[in-house]
């Protein structure tokens, strides 16, 4: 496997001084984007059946050990803030359990009986997608759950970090991101997870494009629970609007800090 491979051009990474070490893993990081570009048709439709599922009142179930895990825990977690989407609509199921997403839990990854019953628990159905995530493509956890998912009839995407990945034989949509060697061997939370994180941002976000969350580059259904929050919808409500900024704050302070709201109320009072 590429990613347990030996890095060439960091043999001597422990005779090297903090500014060549940062130098070296900017230069290698560039295979991120890279492996993100070549792979754009598969990320794009991964995106569109995502957005489809959403629409059809279908979840997005992503699956992952370790690292993966953790940063489909965190891709999920980040979707009602942002999108306004129930908590229920994103789903991470990780090995290991919700312990797993603050602590390393990493004999789990090779139970591949729990993912069949967390997806099970989750009572899957053909509305839903399950994305698996894996970098060594071999992942026991993430493997069974797309092959238990696909049984069922359920829209599998695999996304692996290594040519000739098991779980790329087991998904409707194989993806691979070929990272190449980590700078540290072996340790995939660095160029693999980075490559990971980024192509779960194109999913997610785009899917909410797609399905009409976003006008223009705006999110209009952002959940304002913070000052930084409550400021951003009044300079959305501003961008999209003739209303000042005093406008805008009544207007949204009035209507439980909706911005779709607000903007549908001043359409109606414009008359347009």
């Known amino acids: 496997m590429s990613t347990e491979a030996r890095n060439p051009r960091s043999i001597g990474l422990d ?123 071999r992942t026991p956890f993430v493997i069974a759950a797309c092959r238990h998912a696909r049984q069922k009839g359920v829209w599998t995407c695999g996304i692996a970090n290594n040519r000739h990945a098991p779980l790329l034989d087991h998904v409707d949509l194989p993806i691979l991101l070929e990272t190449g060697p980590e700078v540290l061997t072996g340790s995939t939370r660095l160029k693999a997870g980075t490559a990971q994180k980024l192509i779960l941002n194109r999913i997610s976000t785009g899917a909410m494009v797609l399905a009409g969350k976003v006008i223009e580059n705006l999110m209009v259904d952002v959940k304002a629970k913070n000052l930084k929050l409550k400021e951003r919808c009044v300079r959305i409500v501003q961008e999209l609007t003739p209303a000042t900024q005093e406008e805008a704050t009544h207007l ?14 001043l359409k109606s009072r414009s008359g347009s």
């Open 15 to 137: 005779t090297m001084s903090p500014v060549e070490i940062v130098r070296l893993m900017n230069e290698e990081e560039l295979a991120v984007i890279r492996s993100l570009q070549q792979a754009e048709s598969e990320i794009a439709q991964a995106m569109q059946k995502a957005a489809e599922a959403y629409l059809n009142g279908g979840r997005i179930i992503y699956v992952g050990a370790g690292t993966s895990g953790r940063i489909a825990t965190m891709d999920a977690a980040e979707m009602p803030p942002t999108f306004g989407t129930d908590p229920s609509q994103f789903v991470a199921i990780v090995a290991g359990g919700e312990t797993a997403g603050v602590r390393a839990v990493e004999d789990a990854e090779d139970d591949d009986h729990a993912a069949v019953t967390a997806l099970n628990d989750l009572k899957i159905s053909t509305s839903d997608v399950v994305i698996g995530l894996a970098a060594s493509g």
């Open 252 to 265: 949204l302070e009035t209507n439980e800090w909706n911005v779709r709201r607000v903007l549908e109320e």
